[in-house]
Structure formats: structure tokens, C-alpha cells
């Protein structure tokens, strides 16, 4: 039954190469990746896509840093012990690799008066990617809180070097007015964050965007 759901799987995945990596601060990697079919892809800031690890017998997620034609550069970190870490920390120029396309709904609102980001170092990646995206002109408050602090694509946001993700936006001196929250990184801590803006900020459940990327001990999560 795993042989058929892995066969399955790569049917729908798209083969590409490793073409360089690296090393951007602590346990993070920039990871490029090169295919004909990248030429086709739509990415907005924020999404992710998901790369076969593990002797192909497991789907871990990374976010994309940028993609253009046919190279898409991936970041991500090899601080844990699971599959998606070990091939992070594995990745070399040459090696072949299976992802999906780009996907995930976790990304800029067009009409925000103005954009919160608040994250972990894992959460850091998207959220940058989202940050340079924005129009100079844009309202932009957030904090990401991380041991190590790796380089933004242009636009950077405020670094905490140790902390919690809802200490760090109650220290924020945030508009009294609801904005979009993009709230990234270990999963109970953002979900900490999320009630704090809708309990106690009164911000409405559509304003506030989380995307989980680990908690310890849930499998697919490491």
C-alpha cells in the first residue's frame, strides 16, 4: 500500500535538479533548484511546495524564497531531527529531487489598511518573501523572533534574538484599527498569537492568516 501511494504521488510531482546551496546563518540553507516545468509555475509570496524526503516515502514543506523561469530557490533549516531537516542539511549540488507545484492560501491581502507580521525563524522565510513584495508605501508593523537572523529579499523586519511570538506583538505599538496578521512559524505559539488578536485586539477572524510549519512531536511536523 505505501509503494502504490508513493508510486501515486510522484505521478503528480515534478523532477528537478539541485544546482547550489547555500549556507545563510545557523542552521539555515538557501536551496536552488532548477526544472524545464518551473518555466510554467505562478508563485505568489507566502506559498510553499511540498519535496519528496526520505527515501521518497515522505512529503515535507518549504517555503519558496523566489522563483524565476526555470529556477525556484527554496530557504530552509536543519536544526531538528526529521526527515525534512536531515534532507535540508543533506542537500548537494547534483542531487535530484521530487516536489509539487506551489500552493498554500497563505498570502498578502491587497486590501489590508496596513500588514502585521509576526513569526519564528522557520516562519521568517514566507514572511520575508511576503514583506518584499509590499509597495514601499505600505503600513508594515511585525517582529520575528529567532536565535539566528538570516538576510531578507530587500525590506526587513524587526529581529527579536530571543522571546515569544505573543510577547512580541503585545510589545508592539500596533494602529487601534484591525489590519491583516500573517502569524508563521511553531503552531501553538501561533495559535497564541491568533486569539490574542481576536480576543483581546477584537480583530476579526478573516484578518488574522497562520501558517503552522512545526510542533514538536506531530508527526510531519518535526
Known amino acids: 500500500m505505501v509503494n502504490m501511494l508513493t508510486s501515486l504521488a ?3 510531482l ?3 535538479e539541485v544546482v547550489a546551496v547555500t549556507p545563510i546563518g545557523g542552521s539555515a540553507r538557501e536551496v536552488t533548484l ?13 506559498q510553499s511546495v511540498r519535496l519528496s524526503v526520505g527515501n521518497g516515502l515522505s512529503l515535507r514543506t518549504y517555503s ?3 522563483h524565476s523561469g526555470a529556477t525556484l530557490v527554496l530557504r530552509g533549516f536543519s536544526h531538528a531531527d ?23 492560501v497563505f498570502g498578502l491581502d491587497p486590501a489590508a489598511p496596513w500588514h502585521l507580521f509576526i513569526g519564528d525563524q522557520t516562519g521568517a522565510v514566507p514572511l520575508l518573501a511576503m514583506r518584499a513584495a509590499l509597495p514601499g508605501s505600505a503600513r508594515v508593523h511585525g517582529a520575528l523572533v529567532a536565535a539566528d537572523r ?8 524587526p529581529w527579536c534574538l530571543d522571546g515569544r511570538l505573543l510577547d512580541a506583538v503585545r510589545s508592539l505599538d500596533l494602529p487601534d484599527e484591525p489590519g491583516a496578521a500573517y502569524v508563521a512559524g511553531e503552531q501553538k505559539a501561533c495559535l497564541a498569537v491568533r486569539q490574542y488578536l481576536r480576543d483581546e485586539r477584537g480583530w476579526p477572524r478573516r484578518s488574522v492568516r497562520v501558517s503552522a510549519h512545526w510542533t514538536p512531536g506531530k508527526r510531519g511536523m518535526e
Not at 35 to 41: I, L, S, T
Open 64 to 66: 519558496i524564497w523566489t
Open 10 to 12: 510522484h505521478r503528480v
Open 14 to 16: 515534478t523532477s528537478a
Open 82 to 104: 526529521g526527515p525534512g531537516s536531515r534532507w535540508m542539511a543533506a542537500a548537494e549540488p547534483g542531487v535530484r529531487v521530487a516536489l509539487t507545484s506551489p500552493r498554500g
Open 150 to 157: 538570516i538576510p531578507p529579499l530587500g525590506a526587513d523586519l
Open 34 to 46: 532548477t526544472a524545464p516545468e518551473f518555466g510554467a509555475w505562478r508563485c505568489t509570496a507566502g
